[in-house]
């Protein structure tokens, strides 16, 4: 019987949590990524090699790249983009060549994810992260100051915003510009106000349509190379699944995960399935994303958010959200079921528990983490979905 593959998100040497500590989870594998190496260029076999030392010598196993980013020139579709696109299929090929072969990535405009409150109070004191629509439009419409913010909200946000941001002090706004800015990937590091809107500018004359057409190009030049290696890719949706700050969103929904996997028909062209991303819309069917995509899953995030309504959310405990995670989980063990007796795809899925609240002692160190990567917090949230896997296993090979 095989079981879903219990990862950890470990960001490297530098971060907080050890892989002594990750040893101690029960996970067996590692996800990370070379995240000291600038987006574009090359990740070379020996810094790949070292990596994976590193963790094997902590008895685990570096199971899935996450991730390999995609440079804003291919995003944006400009001339030098083939120049990315080749580093790129030469890091796979570095990657291969050391059997890391599960590769994440994203297709998100400058910011990786976005949240308004970065340590939002739950169950007494834990610390969790939340998007407040209210407050990115207070952001949106009056820090940032935005060309033509105002008509991508409602009057009643406009309003609601408007009262938000007079109440808020100096340092109060402050706080909020650096909680919306601090969405870089593997990093602590926050745009300024001009750097980010120079990123903007950069969009200015691409919108969702050409940003298809750009990861469709992508996919067509680098998936053909990845099944040659064996190596499987899976995106990861976007964080929130909609569009904010006038940037375009186009892996939100089921038609979008759909156009993805049909740009470049391949079983290297896959999903990461991520609970938390998808389940922030009230629109998404999640159970129809699993039976029907279920054999280009190659990776899993799951934990679940609690929506509170005009898009706003946080992340809740695993079994208090608004998503059935008994559901999505008896989904998941039904794909395992399916590939294990076509004896196709791999069974042993990567699966990681995602964000987890700041609780007891972790809340001494949270400056030693990065938002949403604490230690206690997501082992909790992986003893709950060790737990729920195997009940749900149980009750499904005896029905």
Request: with cysteine; glycine share 6%.
């Amino acid at each position: 019987m095989k079981y879903l593959e219990k990862t950890f998100r470990w960001f490297g040497p530098e971060f907080g949590v050890t892989l002594q500590d990750i040893s101690q989870t029960g996970a067996t594998g590692v996800v990370t990524a070379l995240h000291h190496i600038p987006t574009g260029e090359v990740w070379s076999k020996e810094d790949i090699l070292k990596r994976k030392q590193d963790i094997e010598v902590a008895n685990l196993k570096w199971s899935v790249v996450e991730s390999v980013n995609v440079h804003e020139s291919i995003k944006q579709g400009k001339p030098d983009r083939d120049i990315f696109i080749e580093n790129y299929k030469q890091t796979l090929k570095n990657l291969a060549a050391n059997n890391v072969k599960v590769v994440c990535y994203n297709f998100m405009p400058v910011l990786d994810w976005t949240r308004t409150d970065l340590d939002f109070k739950v169950n007494g004191n834990a610390s969790a992260l939340r998007y407040d629509h209210v407050a990115l439009a207070a952001f949106d419409i009056f820090i940032l100051k935005r060309e033509g913010a105002k008509k991508d909200f409602s009057l009643d946000i406009q309003q609601k915003a408007a009262t938000y941001f007079q109440n808020l002090t100096t340092s109060e706004r402050d706080n909020l510009r650096d909680r919306v800015l601090a969405g870089l990937p593997g990093t602590r590091d926050v745009l300024s106000i001009a750097d980010f809107q120079k990123h903007l500018d950069n969009y200015e004359q691409i919108d969702k349509h050409i940003l298809k057409e750009n990861l469709a190009y992508f996919l067509q030049q680098v998936i053909p190379f990845a099944q040659e290696l064996g190596v499987l890719l899976c995106i990861h949706p976007d964080d929130p699944p909609f569009s904010i700050l006038g940037l375009p969103r186009i892996v939100s929904n089921y038609n979008d995960i759909k156009f993805v996997l049909e740009s470049c028909e391949s079983i290297s062209n896959g999903l990461t399935f991520c609970s938390g991303s998808l389940g922030a819309s009230e629109t998404n069917e999640m159970l129809d994303i699993i039976n029907d995509f279920g054999d280009k899953i190659h990776f899993i995030h799951l934990r679940n958010v609690k929506r509170e309504g005009q898009q706003s959310f946080h992340e809740a405990n695993l079994f208090e959200g608004t998503t059935d995670m008994v559901d999505l989980m008896s989904a998941f063990v039904t794909e395992q079921i399916k590939r294990e007796e076509t004896k196709s795809g791999v069974v042993g899925i990567p699966m990681r528990p995602d964000h987890g609240h700041v609780i007891l002692d972790d809340m001494k160190r949270m400056d030693e983490f990065y938002p949403g990567y604490s230690t206690l917090g997501r082992l909790k949230g992986l003893s709950e979905l060790v737990g729920l896997e195997k009940g749900v296993r149980k009750y499904l090979l005896k029905n």
